[in-house]
T-cell receptor
Framework: DVKVTQSSRYLVKRTGEKVFLECVQD?????MFWYRQDPGLGLRLIYF???????EKGDIPEGYSVSREKKERFSLILESASTNQTSMYLC?????????????FGQGTRLTVV | AQKITQTQPGMFVQEKEAVTLDCTYD???????LFWYKQPSSGEMIFLIY??????QNATEGRYSLNFQKARKSANLVISASQLGDSAMYFC????????????FGTGTRLTVIP
């Protein structure tokens, strides 16, 4: 059974803290994604990685960074958490597109910054 | 730049009836893929159906079908014989098949099935 696992389901952090959200996939996928989901805004792409140590900015990268040292793991980092980063964060992975290559998602991390 | 538009924030449908969820997209690419995902209240994203831009036939998967009108740049999801378990958020997404292969999502439609 394919799996994308996010390290936490719920997180509460204080303003100014450095926050790490971890994502691991067991499908040997090259592509990995981080999205944030907010009501009325859908899923917005934060960062995307197509290979180890490679990353591309998505639509809303400000305030975030990422790390991909191993193929199976893609980390999202909030350098200094702010209240406007309170959101649901979704990690996904997929093969490079060769037709029908859907992305598989983790269960999501609901982050609250207080 | 790619853009996905879902104009229906919420939809209601009677159980056992069919419902159409709208999706339009904007891209200058010739090659792209269109996806629909379902997100129940539990939060997981479930892949439903895929349509490639060069596919001549509309995709179907069980009770789901995709009404693909390339010239109008629309990719509407049709759910037949709605069930209570179909109540969820539905997201339309598009991936280009060149460059970075990013996957872009619309804002979603919340479907409520009424008994």
């Amino acid at each position: 059974d394919v799996k994308v696992t996010q390290s936490s389901r719920y997180l509460v952090k204080r303003t100014g803290e450095k926050v790490f959200l971890e994502c691991v996939q067991d499908m040997d996928h090259e592509n990995m994604f981080w999205y944030r989901q907010d009501p009325g805004l859908g899923l917005r792409l934060i960062y995307f990685s197509y290979d180890v140590k490679m990353k591309e900015k998505g639509d809303i990268p400000e305030g975030y960074s990422v790390s991909r040292e191993k193929k199976e793991r893609f980390s999202l980092i909030l350098e200094s958490a702010s209240t406007n980063q309170t959101s649901m964060y979704l990690c996904a992975s997929s093969f490079p597109d060769r037709g029908q290559t859907e992305a598989f998602f983790g269960q999501g991390t609901r982050l609250t910054v207080v | 730049a790619q853009k996905i538009t879902q104009t229906q924030p919420g939809m209601f449908v009677q159980e056992k009836e069919a419902v159409t969820l709208d999706c339009t997209y904007d891209t200058s690419d010739q090659s792209y893929g269109l996806f629909w995902y379902k997100q129940p209240s539990s939060g997981e994203m479930i892949f439903l159906i895929y349509q490639g831009s060069y596919d001549e036939q509309n995709a179907t998967e069980g009770r789901y079908s995709l009404n693909f009108q390339k010239a109008r740049k629309s990719a509407n999801l049709v759910i037949s014989a709605s069930q209570l378990g179909d109540s969820a958020m539905y997201f339309c997404a598009m991936r280009d098949q060149t460059g970075a292969n990013n996957l872009f999502f619309g804002t979603g439609t919340r479907l409520t099935v009424i008994p």
